[in-house]
Structure formats: C-alpha cells, structure tokens
C-alpha cells in the first residue's frame, strides 16, 4: 500500500475541502517552522539570559552575606534585594538541602539550573512545580540553606505570548478569508452541478447563467449551449411530427368517410379495422417519438396521483391494493409520469390477477412497487420488453399488447425524471416493477 493510497480515505472529498486543504497546509507549516525558529533562537536566548541575569543577582546576594555575617545587615541586604530586584530571600543556619534534585521540568527550570551552576556553582534545589507563579530555589551555603522565591516572570519574556497570540490570530484570519473567498469560487461549479442534474431530470433552471472563474464561466455557456441545442432539436423533431401526423390523419379521414359511404360489402369492414389499426399505431409511433418534452415539472402529490390511477384502474374490474406512506411530494412531469405508471398498472392487471402498489420515499428518492400474480416475464427477456416495437407475444395483436412501445415510452419517461425502473421478481411469483425517481 502506497503512502497516497493510504491518506486517501482520510482526504476531502469535495473542491472547497480539498482547497482549503491546500490553504491550511501551508499556514500549518509556516506556524511550526516560525515556532521552531522563535523557540530555538529566540525565546532559548532572551530565557538563557534572564536566568543569568536571576543567577548573577544571587551570586552577588551570596558575596555579600559571605562579607557580611551580622544578622541585621543581611536583614538590610535581603529587604533591598526584595525591593530592587523582587528577590525574596530567607536564610536558615545550619540547614541541609535533603535532596538536590529539581521539581518540575521543562525550558525553564533546564535554563535556571544550568544558569546557576555557571553563576554560583553550588549545590541548589528549584522547585517549579509547587506553585503556579513563582519558582522556589534552595542553595546550600557552608553555614546553612538560602531560600530564594522569584517569580516566573522574571525567567522568561512575555513576548512569547504575544508572538503565538499574534501568529495564530493571523493563521486563523487568513484561513477564514480564505475559506470565505473559495466558497465564493466553488459556488458557480455547484450551481452549474444543479442546473446540469435538473435538465437531466427534466426541470427548467432559468435563473442558471455563467459565473466565477473564466473556466468555470467557459464551461456553464457550454451547457447552455448543449441545453439550447437539444431543446431545439427536441422542438424541430415534435414540430415535424406534427406535421406528419396531419398528413397521415388526412387520408385516413378520408378513408373513414368514403368506407362509411359504401355498402359493408367485399370486406368493408375488414378495412374499417384496419384504418382503426393504423389510426393506433400512428398514436402510439408519435406519442414515442415525441416524448414528453415540452411538459414542465410541477410539485405533485404522488399518493393522489397513483389512488388516481388505481381508481381508473378498479373502474375497469382490476383488484387492485395501493399502500402509500403519506403524502409523497416531487416535483415532476404529472401527464408523463402518470401514462408511464398507468401502463405499469394496465400490464399488471393484463396478464395477473391481483395487483400490489406500494410507495414510499427511501432517503432523496420516490419507490414505487408494482407487483402482479401473473406469469412474470424471463430474466433474459426483462431487458428486450423496453426496446422499440418488441412485443413478447409475437403476433403483434393490439388487442393484446399494443405495438410494442408502451414499455419503452414508460421507461423514457421515468428516466426523463432522473429514474430509473427495474424488473424483478414479484414476492408472489409475478413481476416486480420497480420505479425509483428523485424528489
């Protein structure tokens, strides 16, 4: 496993993550090289000398009381050392430092005991733990133990809040703009990411125009381009429709007519039927090539819309059972959407007995389960019963199925939504249909 195939799960996912990533890298390593720097060179050095500085005064506090053994002027020394220098100094004759290790550790009390040892090279204890503002020193002297309290703030700059507040402060400011200026950049590729999934799923973006950055800009007056063109060539192929349509309902009409004026002899009513015929098939041939383009996606109530069709479907002898899980809501293209599942419905009921439908909606999609009891249909054949004019009952009688579009109009008009139907098999031993479209 490579080193990349490994951070790869923990990586974002998304533009503005993986940006910010990009952003944050940097200002993370730019904060550890500076603090490495600050620490090493420049906090080190200026706590280096603030302990000698405390090392060199006690050295000197020292001289004085080895030259001066009266009580009362090391009482005057050790008031002006607390005075001048915030140094409080207590003596004990003949006392023994019980143990000369240190309490505490860290940069401070490293940095004070090596200063002491340089300065006054005697045997001393620094207690740094015991409390939280002052460090606590013990220095063996020949005739006793000198107590020293001195306060922290002595042993090191205050700088150094000051740089890490100033630092991370910054860090934090430039990481919000720049969270702020790449939002900005990765919005127009999401809106461009909504109108290209609402075109696929048949709704209008009209408010959708170019933005953001010259790629970002280039790329969205494509799709408009692309969305134009397959509008437009959606619109010519249903305007020239139409207008085969008129000319192939016109001599038909008059063939109605003048069969209506004859006598029903020498199979006139055979041909009667036959224009009946061909008057279906012309409805079903430009209901397929035609689509369903033109129709927007409105907000639809789906529980209404299949009680709908049960009831058309009842009406007609069918027994039928609709369970629906509350009000479902989509926005989608209500005649297109319902001819499809009317056909389902019809199918069902053709060639099965009972009927189940149930819907429901599962996370950001609509389900809709059709089941009949009839004799289903092969696994190898689910696929071909979608293909233009495949019938699987091969005598091509409408009377029994139609001219073979039905199924293929109702899965152009689920997938114009965004969806997507499945054939399975039925819990009873029949057809599953199932229809999944996006809410």
């Known amino acids: ?81 607390n005075n001048t220098v915030r140094l409080a100094l207590h003596f004990e004759p003949g006392k023994v430092i019980p143990d000369q290790a240190r309490l505490g550790e860290g940069i401070l009390v490293h940095q004070l005991t090596g200063a002491l040892d340089e300065t006054i090279n005697k045997p001393h204890r620094i207690d740094a733990a015991s409390k939280k503002r002052y460090v606590d020193i013990e220095i063996q002297l020949p005739e006793g133990v000198l107590y020293v309290t001195v306060s922290k703030k002595r042993l090191f700059s205050s700088s150094t809040y ?34 290209a999934d609402d075109f696929g799923k048949g709704r209008d973006s009209p408010k959708f125009k170019p933005e953001g950055a010259s790629e970002v800009r280039r790329a969205a007056g ?44 020498d199979g006139v009513s055979e041909l009667k039927t036959d224009i009946s015929d061909m008057e279906h098939m012309l409805d079903e041939y430009l209901a397929f090539v035609r689509g369903q383009g033109a129709e927007k996606a409105v907000e639809t109530n789906l529980t209404n819309l299949l009680s709908e069709i049960s009831v058309q479907a009842r009406r007609k002898g069918a027994k039928i059972d609709l369970h629906c899980e509350g009000d479902i809501l989509a926005a989608v293209k209500v005649n297109a959407l319902k001819r499809a599942l009317t056909n389902f419905v019809e199918n069902s009921v053709r060639y099965g007995g009972n009927t189940a439908i149930r819907a429901g909606l599962r996370s950001d999609m609509v389900e809709i389960v059709i089941d009949d009891d009839g004799p289903g249909i092969p696994e190898d054949k689910r696929e071909e019963v979608f293909k233009p004019f495949v019938r699987l009952d091969a005598s091509r009688n409408p009377e029994t199925g139609g001219v073979g579009l039905g199924m293929t109009i109702a899965r152009d008009a689920i997938r114009g939504h965004g969806g997507e139907v499945l054939l399975e098999d039925a819990p009873g031993g029949g057809l599953r249909v199932r229809v999944s479209i996006p809410v």
């Open 1 to 81: 496993m490579t080193f990349s195939t490994f951070l790869k799960p923990y990586l974002p996912k998304s533009l503005l993550g993986r940006s910010v990533l990009i952003i944050v890298m940097p200002l993370f390593l730019l904060q550890v090289i500076s603090a490495t720097v600050f620490f090493q060179n420049h906090w080190s050095k200026v706590g280096r000398r603030l302990a000698l500085g405390v090392g060199g005064e006690l050295s000197m506090v020292i001289e004085n009381m080895r030259q001066n053994t009266d009580p009362n002027v090391r009482a005057r020394l050790f008031k002006q050392a």
């Open 162 to 195: 000051a740089f890490v507040l100033m630092s991370v402060g910054t860090s934090v400011l430039l990481f919000f703009v720049a969270v702020i200026f790449m939002r900005n950049q990765v919005r127009p590729i999401r809106r461009l990411a909504v109108a």
């Open 222 to 265: 494509a799709f408009i381009a692309m969305r134009n063109r397959i509008k437009r060539q959606i619109q010519q192929r249903t305007d020239m429709l139409a207008g085969v349509s008129h000319d192939l309902r016109t001599p038909l009409t008059r063939m109605k007519l003048q069969l209506e004026m004859m006598s029903d002899d």
